[in-house]
């Protein structure tokens, strides 16, 4: 498959533009070839962004592409280089005499300064680039001489009906649909939707549906319409008139006359509309919406589609969303399709063929594709094994082709996240933080007016997972994860293996030279020397490498070496030591060190001045935090988490000079004078929080320390910014109970916060700010061993799609009080999703809930609840429920009435 070479790297134009605004471009000669860098490189991405579109390059196009490649790359170097030399003055000098330093580097003839040698290197890569922009009208003029179109012609002829379909899922999910489409009474042309992945099945879902008898016979007109990725209004509209029966030639210019014809067709019919494989709302929403209105009341339209957010905007009354085929059912399709021989079938052929089911992702096109592959081979262990081996190498061209659209669609900073995934190992949970904030250091985010960076990268990490190429996972701790479908996995891989490395280091060419690496169990000693030679390296994972060099020997060298990495991450390694040459990786803005045997971290990381993640937790070892953090001005997270990292005595740092800081995790409260407490000696007071105006994420510990005078001067009602916080006491406090309220109360957050967790609040009641009127925007709260009998009044939350109470103790009645205050005529819980109750080890029942509560429940869970009798019956009627989880809890009886 053709490698993509360009979208895995930063805007540079976006860089570069930046750069004209600042300091350096002041001398006019700069800023003007600043302004010619930033202009050839806009002309010759938008080369590439079509030159990506084709299937195929040739050798000199690849050259032309690799040389474009590398000058951005080192136009980075340069824009980085001279922000860490802004960085260090700024720390020296106020902003005017800096502006008058500047100013006087740049203009000296010798060149030898920072400012000059930027300077310079601008020049001289507008020299480099000019020589080969020379060639990029060639490549254009090919490109409008040579372009395939990479979707395709699909066929729009009436489908044939698919008799021998493998799993009693597809039948099941056939009768819901029909039923629900037939017996729904709204009188409009409504939508339905039927919304998967490529090849899981929603064509053949719709083709069963499409040729039922009840549709047949219910709808005066069916139409089927594959509407293709490219397709226009115009194109539409020849496609229903041809499906209706109807002409369309002559009229290909004539929008006004296709509707004319399309009206005569359906004005007054009740017709079935199947749209297949819709990319894009647009034309539906603009045009198309309204030209079918004049149809007979009752009239539906059934859309397939790999995205959610189409089905959402084209007004789906209903999206159905297509399940992977379980392990069996994938194994009897690959039998099928292979046409394996009941007499050849061995069991370790079984488990051969099985396993080769399960790396195809539950998905019956692929599944089926292989399967035809197997048909060729002899049925040998050996054969088989080979293919399971190199599965999606080995798929057809045409299904390759179709997995590829699923990249192609992206747009190009979605495209840089996605091929960066395949850095992670295969079923690697990927937490939604740990990967937003990688992106954000490699400068694949570009930030909006109304957005932080995290903000944008967490919008594309839930885009990634809408489109199915990310499957949403729980992490244990309860933080978001994903994993990479394998099929999704390879073509990462495949379109991004110039650029990125995970795997063995043993079968890395010698001459490759990636800009990122990843790989995992191996220690740094016996990496190849080669690996060193990687200068241009920018990205470096190690995955729970328990043979890390823990001496700091075999980093230190790689520290001298790779001095232009931005991100590293050594987490859940064994390294004790941090050497001080980590001061030369003077471009890094990711460092992770999390769940290490770090006992201190080298004064030299004040060098580090575009530093905007340090990662800490679960650091056991780590005693104190060096002064030099507070150099950092560029960090925007600091994390030192963990119960462990309770030891850490009285940081030296001053958190208000970190005027970026986001995201703060682990702020370790400092006893109040007249508190008594064993950590007076350490932690901060909580009037270092009220300047930190920019945090949107925020864990407290060791609150049941403090005042309801000191508490109130984190100003927490202040930080309008903030989505996520985390309240937590350590040690419960006897007789305290109405002081620890107290606190609690004037901790009240901005009403704009999304995520809320509670943690060993030991008061007699929750804070009376978790209300509807206090919180409207909050989606997701956690209560973990918690001291109250009563819970607050839950369910008037409006915007509330995740509940999980954990060890609740003192809980043995759930009562009206969840439910709260609802009109007759509302639904309590009516945006909930997931419910998660796990170690209430006391509770007995749960009541007091109505038929139409819950409208949105999908999964529940319940482990642990050893006396749990009865929960109300709507948790089992609720046809949207996809998923229950029931362990230990010996006493419920449950009856799933819908599902």
Request: charged share 25%; net charge neutral; with cysteine.
């Amino acid at each position: 498959m053709q490698p993509t070479l360009l979208t895995s790297i930063p805007n540079i134009a976006l860089l570069l533009g930046t750069l004209t605004a600042e300091q350096i471009s002041r001398v006019s000669r700069v800023k003007d070839d600043v302004t010619k860098l930033k202009r050839q490189f806009e002309q010759m991405l938008d080369i590439v962004e079509e030159l990506e579109q084709m299937n195929h390059h040739d050798a000199k196009t690849k050259h032309w592409m690799r040389q474009l490649r590398d000058y951005v790359y080192r136009t980075d170097d340069i824009i980085d280089l001279y922000r860490i030399d802004a960085e260090r003055r700024k720390a020296i000098e106020s902003a005017e005499k800096l502006e008058r330093h500047i100013k006087s580097l740049l203009s000296c003839p010798r060149g030898i300064s920072v400012g000059c040698r930027v300077s310079s290197s601008i020049h001289k890569l507008n020299l480099d680039i000019e020589k080969i922009s020379r060639e990029s009208s060639t490549l254009q003029r090919r490109y409008s001489t040579m372009h395939s179109q990479l979707t395709g012609s699909l066929s729009d002829t009436v489908p044939y009906h698919e008799s021998n379909i493998v799993g009693r899922y597809v039948e099941d999910n056939k009768r819901k649909l029909v039923e629900l489409i037939m017996t729904t009474t709204d009188q409009d042309t409504l939508v339905f939707a039927i919304v998967g992945t490529v090849g899981i099945g929603k064509t053949t879902l719709a083709r069963q549906i499409y040729h039922n008898m009840e549709m047949l016979q219910a709808f005066d007109l069916q139409l089927w319409v594959c509407v293709n990725k490219d397709a226009d209004y115009f194109a539409l509209l020849k496609k229903i008139i041809t499906a209706a029966g109807g002409n369309s030639l002559g009229l290909d210019h004539s929008r006004e006359k296709l509707e004319i014809k399309l009206n005569s067709f359906i004005r007054g019919r009740r017709f079935f509309l199947v749209l297949d494989d819709v990319w894009d709302e647009t034309t539906w929403e603009n045009m198309l919406e309204n030209q079918l209105q004049c149809a007979a009341p009752g009239s539906r339209i059934l859309v397939t589609t790999r995205h959610k957010h189409v089905a959402k905007r084209m007004g789906a009354s209903h999206i159905h969303h297509v399940s992977r085929m379980c392990g069996e059912d994938g194994w009897n399709l690959l039998r099928s399709r292979a046409k394996l021989d009941k007499d050849k079938e061995t069991v370790y052929m079984q488990a051969i063929g099985k396993k080769i089911a399960e790396r195809c992702d539950g998905l019956p096109m692929v599944i089926k594709a292989v399967g035809g592959v197997l048909r060729c081979c002899e049925p040998t262990c050996n054969e088989w094994q080979n293919v399971c081996n190199s599965i999606f190498s080995m798929l057809p061209d045409d299904v390759q082709t179709l997995i590829r659209l699923s990249y192609v669609d992206l747009p190009s900073p979605l495209k840089r996240c996605f091929l960066y995934c395949s850095l992670f190992p295969p079923d690697f949970v990927i937490r939604r933080r740990y990967v937003t904030q990688q992106w954000v250091s490699e400068g694949f985010i570009e930030a909006t007016h109304n957005s932080s960076l995290e903000e944008v990268a967490e919008e594309h990490y839930r885009e990634l997972i809408e489109r199915s190429l990310l499957q949403p996972e729980l992490g244990l701790d309860g933080e978001d994860g994903a994993r990479m479908p394998n099929i999704f996995r390879w073509l990462a891989k495949e379109l991004s293996h110039e650029e990125n490395f995970s795997g063995d280091l043993g079968n890395m060419q010698c001459m490759f030279e990636p800009r990122r690496l990843s790989f995992a169990s191996q220690p740094v000693e016996t990496v190849p020397q080669g690996i060193r030679k990687l200068t241009q390296l920018r990205t470096l994972l190690f995955f729970g490498n328990q043979k890390l060099s823990s001496n700091g020997h075999g980093l230190a060298r790689t520290f001298r070496r790779l001095t232009l990495l931005r991100v590293l991450d050594l987490h859940s390694s064994n390294v004790e030591h941090v050497p001080n040459a980590l001061g030369n990786v003077v471009h890094l803005r990711y460092l992770n060190l999390s769940s290490t045997r770090v006992r201190e971290l080298p004064d030299s990381i004040e060098n580090l001045r575009l530093l905007q993640f340090l990662i800490l937790n679960d650091c056991e070892d780590l005693n104190s935090l060096p002064r030099g953090v507070e150099q950092l001005r560029n960090l925007r997270s600091l994390e030192i988490s963990g119960q462990n990292n309770l030891s850490l005595r009285q940081p030296k740092i001053n958190l208000a000079r970190l005027s970026e800081l986001s995201c703060m995790r682990g702020f370790l409260v400092k006893a109040s004078a007249n508190g008594g407490n064993q950590f007076s000696a350490s932690g901060w007071p909580l009037t270092e929080l009220s300047s930190l105006s920019k945090l949107t994420s925020l864990q407290i510990l060791r609150l049941e320390t403090t005042t309801r005078d000191d508490a109130s001067d984190a100003a927490l009602s202040q930080k309008v910014n903030l989505r996520e916080l985390e309240l937590c006491c350590v040690n419960e406090q006897h007789n305290q109970e109405f002081e620890i309220r107290d606190i609690f109360e004037v901790l009240r957050p901005a009403p704009r916060l999304v995520v809320l967790k509670l943690d060993r609040y030991f008061g007699q009641e929750y804070p009376s700010w978790i209300t509807e009127s206090k919180l409207p925007n909050l989606q997701c709260l956690e209560l973990h061993r918690c001291s109250c009998k009563k819970l607050p009044p839950l369910g008037e939350l409006p915007q509330l799609r995740s509940l999980v109470l954990i060890d609740l103790q003192n809980l043995e009645i759930i009562g009206s009080e969840l439910r709260g205050r609802i009109d007759a005529n509302k639904a309590a819980f009516p945006r909930l999703e997931k419910l998660d109750f796990s170690g209430l080890d006391i509770l007995l029942s749960w009541i007091d809930l109505k038929d139409d509560d819950l409208p949105f429940l999908h999964s529940v869970r319940f482990v642990r609840c050893w006396k749990l009798e009865s929960v109300p019956t709507v948790l089992w009627s609720r046809t949207k429920l996809g998923n229950i989880n029931i362990d230990l809890c010996p006493d419920l009886r449950w009856s799933p009435l819908a599902t």
